[in-house]
């Protein structure tokens, strides 16, 4: 079965620092992973996707993760928090890379950027 | 481009009463649309996939009478909630695929319904 754990419900960080946020998958086939980003009241942000070619990603606002298939780990990682950083983001796994329509959504790691 | 839109951005009902939210894809084709609920700080779980001219998908659990999906076109799909109750109270969000996209596989989300049940 296909999952996603995020390690954090919450993490907090200072404006101006580094930020890392958890993501752990389970998939039986080489996945496509996904970083949402979802500010109060509005849309899922697609901030990056990993499709089985370069295994370090780059995305919006500075954002980059990293897939580590040995570590079943996609983390994703900023060097400087902004304080407009501050949302809910979700790791999302689609399975089977991409054959099948699902996404799999993990719990979410609300991060707040403290001034 | 690749733009979701939803209406309405909210909306307050009575219970028993039904509630239709529209998803439109603004400058693409979507032969597959999502519908996806999120209750209060909790993680987005799909309701059913919807297909341009057949009959939806549902996921275990989601009742097919009580929440009607419609994709009539290859821009528009509907979600009914009928006989609505308090306990469907929640942000509704739906997302499509653009199949002609080079990333077949990724969704653009709208930007939700949130529901409230009186």
């Known amino acids: 079965a296909q999952s996603v754990t995020q390690l954090d419900s919450h993490v907090s960080v200072s404006e101006g620092t580094p930020v890392l946020l958890r993501c752990n998958y389970s998939?039986?086939?080489?996945?496509?992973l996904f970083w949402y980003v979802q500010h109060p009241n509005k849309g899922l942000q697609l901030l990056l996707k990993?499709?089985?070619?370069?295994?370090l990603v780059k995305g919006i606002n500075g954002f980059e993760a990293e897939f580590k298939k040995s570590e079943t780990s996609f983390h994703l990682t900023k060097p400087s928090a902004h304080m407009s950083d501050a949302a809910e983001y979700f790791c999302?796994?689609?399975?089977?890379?991409?054959?099948?329509?699902?996404?799999?959504f993990g719990t979410g790691t609300l991060l707040a950027v403290q001034p | 481009g690749a733009v979701v839109s939803q209406h309405p951005s909210w909306v307050i009902c009575k219970s028993g009463t039904s509630v239709k939210i529209e998803c439109r894809s603004l400058?693409?084709?979507?032969?597959?649309m999502f519908w996806y609920r999120q209750f209060p700080k909790q993680s987005l779980m799909l309701m059913a996939t919807?297909?341009?001219?057949?009959?939806?998908?549902?996921e275990q659990g989601v009742e097919k009478d009580k929440f009607l999906i419609n994709h009539a076109s290859l821009t528009l799909s509907t979600l009914t909630v009928t006989s609505a109750h308090p306990e469907d109270s929640s942000f509704y969000i739906c997302?499509?695929?653009?199949?002609?996209?080079?990333?077949?596989?990724?969704?653009?989300f709208g930007p939700g319904t949130r529901l409230t049940v009186l």
């Open positions: 990993y499709t089985s070619a370069a295994t």
């Open positions: 999302v796994v689609s399975p089977y890379g991409g054959a099948t329509n699902k996404l799999i």
């Open positions: 919807s297909n341009e001219g057949s009959k939806a998908t549902y």
């Open positions: 400058d693409f084709q979507a032969t597959t």
């Open positions: 998939s039986s086939y080489s996945p496509s």
């Open positions: 997302s499509a695929r653009d199949v002609l996209a080079r990333s077949y596989n990724e969704q653009f």
